[in-house]
């Protein structure tokens, strides 16, 4: 750990550490549309938005992030667990945000399940609320 992380573009680039990355943290569950492909298609419709943290060379933490044109989406916020507790997460979250509200959107929703608690607390933290009959949280920008 350098200590001098940094924040910049996801790009498809960061493609294997990122997966490498969502593997470990625990309750994040990697689904059909993460592969490469997938992921690259995603990118590419939604440019900016999605963030990755990097400690050196390495990548600490990673932000997916994109829009629907209407609503915002943050899929796959991940950090490093030797690098939770830092206020990484919330640095990530904090520019895909910014750069969500540069498009103009005006609410983003997140999905979290029910059994990953620690997630559940990180977006109740960040001012996330539930809603009502569903596995959402959202927040307005």
Known sequence: MSGKIEIREFS???YDAAIELWQRVEGL???EGDDREGVAQFLARNPGLSRVAT???GIVGVALCGHDGRRGHVYHL???P???GRGLGKRLLDESLAALRRTGVKR???MVADDNLSGRQFWKGSGYEE???AIAMGIDL
């Open 12 to 14: 498809i680039n960061d």
């Open 78 to 80: 991940a950090v490093d």
């Open 29 to 31: 569950e990697i689904a």
């Open 131 to 133: 809603i009502s009959g």
């Open 108 to 110: 983003v929703i997140i």
């Open 55 to 57: 400690d050196g060379s």
């Open 82 to 84: 030797a690098y939770q």
